[in-house]
Antibody
Framework: QVQLVESGGGVVQPGRSLRLSCAAS????????MHWVRQAPGKGLDWVAV????????YYADSVKGRFTISRDNSKNTLYLQMNRQRGEDSAVYYC???????????????WGQGTLVTVSS | QSVLTQSPSVSGAPGQTITISCTGS?????????VHWYQQLPGTAPKLLIY???NRPSGVPDRFSGSKSDTSASLAITGLQAEDEADYYC???????????FGGGTKLTVL
């Protein structure tokens, strides 16, 4: 069965960096676009970034553009999110989610991980 | 401030029907992009509930249905059950942002 398991969350000081990982199993990882979506405590869902099946195309929310980098290693079935220059408003549960297509075309996310919590605080 | 607008809350008694609306603009729903709906039970990850405006993934009861018109979309739940109590989010694509957008979410309370 499809499984997405995030890791790498924790407490980080403002201005510092953190890298999240999402280990995929149960499907052909290299055939799907992948997303990161975050949810601040008590708040709604906030789309962060998407990467195409082969890593060619990457798009970001304006709030993280220039600070976050999405990447993937298809040989390791793993998705990453490198988060630099972190701010308090980046504190959230970060979910990885699978797109139904190879490249994101207004398509839905059919599988989600359980999320990993990132807290930005001094 | 979410790009897609949802009412913060809705409630209904068991067996009743409720609808949740999602209002967008000419750069997302109004541009013809599909709308998808997610259900998030307390303490869990979101789950795809409706895709491409009005389609249900396998395993989703037919009590859930979706529709779309102009710059808005709606999720209807008939025969409300206690287990439907959750947060519901709409999602679409925005051409001006070149990315996905979510509604602010609607909390459903089953009385």
């Amino acid at each position: 069965q499809v499984q997405l398991v995030e890791s790498g969350g924790g407490v980080v000081q403002p201005g510092r960096s953190l890298r999240l990982s999402c280990a995929a199993s149960g499907f052909t990882f290299s055939s799907y676009a992948m997303h990161w979506v975050r949810q601040a405590p008590g708040k709604g869902l906030d789309w962060v970034a998407v990467i195409s099946y082969d890593g060619t195309y990457k798009y970001y929310a304006d709030s993280v553009k220039g600070r976050f980098t999405i990447s993937r290693d298809n040989s390791k079935n793993t998705l990453y999110l490198q988060m630099n220059r972190q701010r308090g408003e980046d504190s959230a549960v970060y979910y990885c989610a699978r797109d139904v297509l190879r490249t994101h075309q207004a398509s839905p996310f059919d599988y989600w991980g359980q999320g990993t919590l990132v807290t930005v605080s001094s | 401030q979410s790009v897609l607008t949802q009412s913060p809350s809705v409630s209904g008694a068991p067996g009743q029907t409720i609808t949740i609306s999602c209002t967008g603009s000419s750069s997302n729903i109004g541009a013809g992009y599909d709308v998808h709906w997610y259900q998030q039970l307390p303490g869990t990850a979101p789950k795809l509930l409706i895709y491409d405006n009005n389609n249900r993934p396998s395993g989703v009861p037919d009590r859930f249905s979706g529709s779309k018109s102009d710059t808005s979309a709606s999720l209807a739940i008939t025969g409300l059950q206690a287990e439907d109590e959750a947060d519901y989010y709409c999602q679409s694509y925005d051409s001006s942002l070149s990315g996905s957008v979510f509604g602010g979410g609607t909390k459903l309370t089953v009385l």
